[in-house]
């Protein structure tokens, strides 16, 4: 059978799979070896385990666990809350101050917890009550935090950054860097539309913030600024070149942990436990989706799938951009389906030749596509951070919440549109603190 045949068979076959409600990793293994026992007979079924076991036999993919336990040490704590009344008092008297406050402390429990649910739910527990109070619109009200949570995956340190390091053998803090300007760039445009909509619905008194003492505004920094300490030690650790992106990852979550059991009297062993076991199962699920994607990526490359399919889009005589848009398609309808981590390791082998080929940069390419799979997050008819939105905001209905995001998503193709008129935004920093990446 034609390569290029046989990749649309197993293109349907994995839909079809995925579609049955199977769990992605193990979707990926009865495919692969589906395919192989075809194709290769029973004995290639010999080389499954010791390809899933040699793809994990990574030392980068200790900082997996290490930034996941980080993120759920912060995430089990006050601290989102408390993260989001300190901007909330200190940004009073910016215009639109409450909503600002609320994209910010997105942000910034994204970089501290690396998990769009865990934003969305922290964050969301306090600004959507409270800004449907100041008469907020619903639809901004719920869309803002929908949106500004899936800036977990691209503001640094990112689990989803790391997997495409790994799956694609790139640095790791190159990627985080690349994701920084981008990921503030995605800020500003939330908070522009956020305040411009209040506007346009008529919500000026929403946008007028209160007064807070000056007692008000430094009571909480305490109970904030050593969480920010730590991501900034993170950070420094890893672009100064102290350490590894492992061996920081395993010191940031020692010191979270340690700062949510100091700060926030965490010493209750249940919760610890509880914060632990969930840490673990995430941990353990992403493991287990990267050693079968391992095995996947096997079987394409075995039947010569990966490389005719890279050979023929290198026939094809179009230019460059067109060729983007319609990796970026793609990518669009992965992401409507499939987690970002699934959507990686698969599409990795089969666009990083073509990427390369056609000139573009791997670093802001996964700043592109990373924003993908954040479109992917609010987009119906999986849109994760949607339900969870509407879990802690049941009186709201999911329409509604839907409708207040969706120019949020017009805020992410803007941003994809501006980084492919200037892919400096992603490649800048990294370069500058880094040096020229060696092609």
Same mark, same amino acid.
């Given at each position: 059978?034609?390569?290029?045949?046989?990749?649309?068979?197993?293109?349907?076959?994995?839909?079809?799979?995925?579609?049955?409600?199977?769990?992605?990793?193990?979707?990926?293994?009865? @495919?692969?070896?589906?395919?192989?026992?075809?194709?290769?007979?029973?004995?290639?079924?010999?080389?499954?385990?010791?390809?899933?076991?040699?793809?994990?036999?990574?030392?980068?993919?200790?900082?997996?666990?290490?930034?996941?336990?980080?993120?759920?040490?912060?995430?089990?704590?006050?601290?989102?809350?408390?993260?989001?009344?300190?901007?909330?008092?200190?940004?009073?008297?910016?215009?639109?101050?409450?909503?600002?406050?609320?994209?910010?402390?997105?942000?910034?429990?994204?970089?501290?917890?690396?998990?769009?649910?865990?934003?969305?739910?922290?964050?969301?527990?306090?600004?959507?009550?409270?800004?449907?109070?100041?008469?907020?619109?619903?639809?901004?009200?719920?869309?803002?935090?929908?949106?500004?949570?899936?800036?977990?995956?691209?503001?640094?340190?990112?689990?989803?950054?790391?997997?495409?390091?790994?799956?694609?053998?790139?640095?790791?803090?190159?990627?985080?860097?690349?994701?920084?300007?981008?990921?503030?760039?995605?800020?500003?445009?939330?908070?522009?539309?956020?305040?411009?909509?209040?506007?346009?619905?008529?919500?000026?008194?929403?946008?007028?913030?209160?007064?807070?003492?000056?007692?008000?505004?430094?009571?909480?920094?305490?109970?904030?600024?050593?969480?920010?300490?730590?991501?900034?030690?993170?950070?420094?650790?890893?672009?100064?070149?102290?350490?590894?992106?492992?061996?920081?990852?395993?010191?940031?979550?020692?010191?979270?942990?340690?700062?949510?059991?100091?700060?926030?009297?965490?010493?209750? @062993?249940?919760?610890?436990?509880?914060?632990?076991?969930?840490?673990?199962?995430?941990?353990?699920?992403?493991?287990?989706?990267?050693?079968?994607?391992?095995?996947?990526?096997?079987?394409?490359?075995?039947?010569?799938?990966?490389?005719?399919?890279?050979?023929?889009?290198?026939?094809?005589?179009?230019?460059?951009?067109?060729?983007?848009?319609?990796?970026?398609?793609?990518?669009?309808?992965?992401?409507?389906?499939?987690?970002?981590?699934?959507?990686?390791?698969?599409?990795?082998?089969?666009?990083?030749?073509?990427?390369?080929?056609?000139?573009?940069?791997?670093?802001?390419?996964?700043?592109?596509?990373?924003?993908?799979?954040?479109?992917?997050?609010?987009?119906?008819?999986?849109?994760?951070?949607?339900?969870?939105?509407?879990?802690?905001?049941?009186?709201?209905?999911?329409?509604?919440?839907?409708?207040?995001?969706?120019?949020?998503?017009?805020?992410?193709?803007?941003?994809?549109?501006?980084?492919?008129?200037?892919?400096?935004?992603?490649?800048?920093?990294?370069?500058?603190?880094?040096?020229?990446?060696?092609?």
């Amino acid at each position: 059978m034609d390569p290029l045949v046989l990749g649309l068979v197993v293109a349907a076959a994995t839909i079809f799979v995925l579609f049955s409600g199977i769990s992605v990793a193990n979707g990926l293994l009865v @495919v692969s070896g589906f395919f192989l026992i075809v194709f290769d007979g029973f004995r290639s079924l010999e080389l499954m385990p010791e390809i899933l076991f040699g793809k994990l036999n990574n030392f980068a993919l200790l900082s997996i666990p290490m930034f996941i336990l980080m993120g759920a040490a912060i995430a089990s704590t006050r601290a989102g809350a408390d993260l989001y009344e300190a901007l909330d008092r200190w940004l009073t008297r910016v215009p639109g101050g409450l909503v600002v406050s609320n994209l910010g402390a997105c942000a910034l429990f994204a970089a501290m917890s690396g998990s769009s649910p865990a934003t969305c739910a922290a964050i969301g527990k306090m600004g959507i009550p409270e800004m449907r109070k100041r008469n907020f619109p619903d639809g901004v009200a719920t869309g803002s935090i929908a949106a500004g949570g899936t800036l977990g995956i691209l503001i640094p340190p990112s689990i989803t950054m790391i997997v495409y390091g790994i799956a694609t053998e790139t640095s790791i803090g190159r990627l985080f860097l690349a994701g920084v300007i981008p990921g503030l760039l995605l800020v500003g445009l939330f908070m522009a539309w956020s305040i411009y909509a209040t506007w346009r619905a008529g919500g000026i008194d929403a946008l007028s913030g209160r007064t807070f003492t000056w007692a008000q505004k430094f009571e909480v920094l305490p109970r904030v600024i050593p969480f920010l300490l730590v991501i900034l030690g993170v950070l420094y650790a890893l672009y100064g070149g102290v350490a590894t992106p492992s061996e920081t990852a395993a010191v940031g979550a020692l010191m979270c942990l340690g700062l949510a059991i100091v700060i926030y009297k965490m010493t209750d @062993v249940t919760r610890v436990w509880v914060m632990l076991r969930d840490a673990t199962k995430e941990s353990v699920m992403i493991l287990f989706i990267i050693g079968a994607a391992g095995v996947f990526s096997y079987m394409l490359s075995s039947l010569f799938i990966t490389q005719s399919i890279a050979e023929w889009i290198g026939t094809l005589d179009v230019n460059r951009w067109v060729l983007m848009l319609y990796v970026n398609i793609f990518l669009l309808v992965a992401g409507f389906f499939l987690p970002p981590v699934a959507v990686i390791l698969m599409a990795a082998p089969i666009l990083m030749p073509i990427i390369l080929g056609a000139g573009f940069d791997p670093y802001w390419f996964a700043v592109v596509l990373t924003i993908n799979m954040e479109i992917g997050l609010i987009s119906p008819p999986v849109g994760l951070n949607l339900y969870v939105i509407n879990g802690i905001a049941p009186e709201i209905p999911l329409k509604t919440i839907l409708k207040g995001s969706l120019p949020y998503v017009g805020c992410m193709v803007v941003a994809i549109i501006i980084l492919c008129v200037f892919p400096g935004l992603a490649t800048w920093l990294p370069d500058m603190l880094m040096g020229t990446a060696v092609s």
